[in-house]
């Protein structure tokens, strides 16, 4: 959306404060996302109010999933804008900037379309680091999820296309593409009949090409779509991270099938063991769901073992949500909340005992850093002075903690790769001093 409205030429705002129009994206899967969407929109809602901005424009998936009730629910909004609608985003901000209301477009069916940005180098992260969306939508089933719902079939973007963006991304100083989508492992499955060879493997193979000094890191796998020939790019590439993000939902088959993952069941036995035979030094990412309906305290304990003996790098727990829609919703055997709640609690946990030994296992090795911003400086010139935040090829940017660096050399900048030395950290953070 930045880059049609770039392309269409409206500025972007530094901040919603010196903004004429506040277009807010939203997430909608779960509970918690909806309520910060809503927050979000309120909060803007009232600045207008206050006369702070002219129009407010909501987008994504709220819209998307709540087509007939968002207008109802947020009256001071000026504009919806589904999924399937976001290259209107120009004319929309044109319209509501006239005065003009709009309601959200389409006919309530799943999205299809796939968006390539006009500007193929913009990003919003923050730092040297960036996304890279390969695919759109699912083609899974799970019980739990809504998100083939909202975001329609699985659609793979053509290979050539995230080349080119890859290529704009690392000439604008990026050293970081995070591969991601809702299930990247699936990359060019739908393209098959068309174009053969279109996988996963071959497109790192093609980025892997790439000339310049960058990491690529998949994000968002499905376990029984990683194949051997994936793990072996991955093996021999230069630039992807010996890294994925796999999310298990649980271990145990019972609750697997109950989840319509049974597909997965398998490969969830060995994961950990088998990425790491074939990738040595594999970090591994995954994400769990507990109270899922017909969860026992026996299959929680299973999922407890598993994880104890699998030592994932790092780990997130969802606490089960019930969403309309969705084959897991209203059923009489979902356990209470504050059960979920309370073995999401046990689960994170036991994962701190994990991360805390790995982490004082880690003292004294050595990694490449990839230097986001300095942190802080007490005014005095010389090494020391400054701690970097860095970030290893262990840590995936927003979700696996961070690297404080000190002797970052004084002509270091943002951006940069330098070699260090672990020496501890705190928590999910790592610490460590740069090495000659
Ligand atoms: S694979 Fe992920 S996005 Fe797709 S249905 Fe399952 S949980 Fe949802």
């Not at 506040?22 to 899967?29: G, R, S």
């Not at 009232?46 to 909501?58: D, L, Q, S, T, Y």
């Not at 790019?233 to 697997?256: F, G, K, W």
């Not at 305290?297 to 969802?318: I, T």
Request: with cysteine; hydrophobic share 40%.
């Amino acid at each position: 959306m930045a880059g049609v409205l770039l392309a269409e030429k409206l500025q972007l705002a530094p901040s919603p404060e010196e903004a004429d129009i506040i277009l807010i994206n939203t997430c909608a899967f779960i509970e918690d996302a909806r309520s910060e969407a809503a927050e979000a929109i309120l909060r803007a809602c009232r600045h207008k109010a206050a006369g702070g901005c002219r129009a407010v424009i909501v987008a994504g998936c709220l819209p998307q999933r709540y087509r007939d009730r968002v207008a109802q629910t947020f009256p001071d909004v000026d504009a919806f804008v589904g999924v399937d609608e976001l290259d209107q985003i120009a004319a929309i901000a044109r319209q509501v900037a006239a005065g003009r209301r709009r309601e959200v477009g389409g006919d309530g069916q799943a999205p299809t379309r796939l968006f390539a940005s006009p500007y193929p180098g913009l990003r919003f992260s923050g730092g040297p680091f960036a996304y890279l969306k390969v695919a759109e939508g699912c083609n899974h089933t799970c019980a739990f999820c809504a998100i083939p719902g909202i975001r329609g079939r699985y659609r793979s973007r053509p290979q050539v296309e995230l080349l080119t963006e890859a290529t704009a991304l690392v000439a604008s100083g990026v050293r970081e593409i995070n591969l991601i989508s809702q299930d990247t492992t699936s990359y060019g499955r739908d393209r098959r009949s068309s174009n053969a060879g279109v996988t996963l493997s071959a497109l790192l193979r093609t980025l892997d090409a790439l000339d310049g000094t960058f990491w690529l890191r998949v994000l968002y796998g499905y376990p029984s779509r990683v194949t051997d020939e994936l793990l072996a790019v991955m093996a021999a590439a230069r630039h992807v991270c010996a890294y994925l993000d796999l999310p298990i939902q649980h271990s145990h088959p019972e609750v697997l099938r109950g989840m319509l993952r049974a597909d997965a069941v398998r490969a969830v036995a060995d994961l950990p063991q088998r990425l790491r035979r074939a990738v040595p030094g594999m970090v591994l990412r995954t994400t769990c769901l507990v109270g899922f309906p017909g969860e026992t305290e026996a299959h929680f304990q299973h999922l407890l073992d598993y994880v104890a003996d699998a030592k994932f790098d790092h780990l997130g727990v969802f606490a089960f949500s019930p969403e309309e829609g969705t084959a897991a919703f209203g059923r009489a055997d979902t356990p209470p909340a504050e059960v979920a709640a309370e073995r999401r609690d046990r689960l994170l946990r036991l994962q701190r005992q994990v991360v805390d030994a790995r982490r004082r296992a880690l003292v004294g090795t050595r990694a490449e850093a990839l230097l986001l911003q300095p942190l802080r400086g007490d005014g005095r010139k010389g090494p020391g002075d400054v701690i970097w935040l860095a970030r290893l090829a262990r840590q995936a940017p927003e979700v696996d903690g961070v690297t404080h660096v000190k002797g970052v050399p004084d002509n270091a900048k943002p951006g940069q790769f330098i070699p260090v030395r672990l020496t501890g950290g705190r928590g999910y953070d790592l610490a460590a001093d740069a090495v000659a």
